[in-house]
């Protein structure tokens, strides 16, 4: 199965007679009988397009078949960006270069339209000291701000605070 179907008929396809023939720049060539409308294409070494087969008559267009496929296929979206989520994780020990570098990072992400998910992890006794992976979160979180907005508040499952910044 194609991604993209392509369902006009093109130079011998088209049974139909006559048919209304726009030029290769726009112009109205007027009622043609289809067999000398599929001359003037050929004259011009390109392809007689039918683009509105249910008209009447159908109309057809005198262009390159193969730029115009590869031109709707680059339009239907295929090129958009598909935003990901991308995440950060830090220790509430983590030091204080290697918190700029991953935040250096995150902003990457925030400006190539990417999600990032910050998370704080705690191991083992860590746990007593919340307070310690909060600090690590907030100046996080305020280093990301201008590039990016909160999506989700900073919020602790288990042994992670968990927040989301969505890019701007």
């Known amino acids: ?11 011998e396809q088209i049974r139909v007679s006559p048919v209304r023939v726009i030029s290769e720049n726009g ?20 392809d007689l397009v039918e683009v509105a087969p249910n008209e009447k008559p159908p109309v057809c267009r005198i262009m390159d078949f193969g730029k115009y496929k590869y031109e709707r296929k680059k339009r239907s979206g295929h090129g958009a960006h598909q935003v990901k989520t991308k995440e950060i994780r830090l220790r509430p ?17 925030l400006q190539h339209k990417d999600k990032v998910q910050v998370t704080v ?48």
């Open 121 to 168: 992890m705690f191991r083992g006794r860590e746990m007593a000291h919340i307070e310690e992976g909060r600090r690590v979160m907030d100046e996080v979180i305020e280093e990301l701000l201008e590039f990016g907005k909160i999506e989700s508040p900073p919020k602790q499952h288990a042994r992670r605070i968990i927040c989301t910044i969505a890019p701007k």
């Open 27 to 46: 112009d109205q060539l007027g009622i043609l009988p289809t067999n000398e409308a599929l001359a003037k294409a050929r004259e011009a070494g390109l």
């Open 1 to 11: 199965m194609t991604i993209d179907r392509i369902d006009n008929r093109v130079n």
């Open 93 to 109: 020990k983590t030091g204080e270069h290697d918190i700029e570098f991953k935040v250096k990072q995150a902003k990457k992400f």
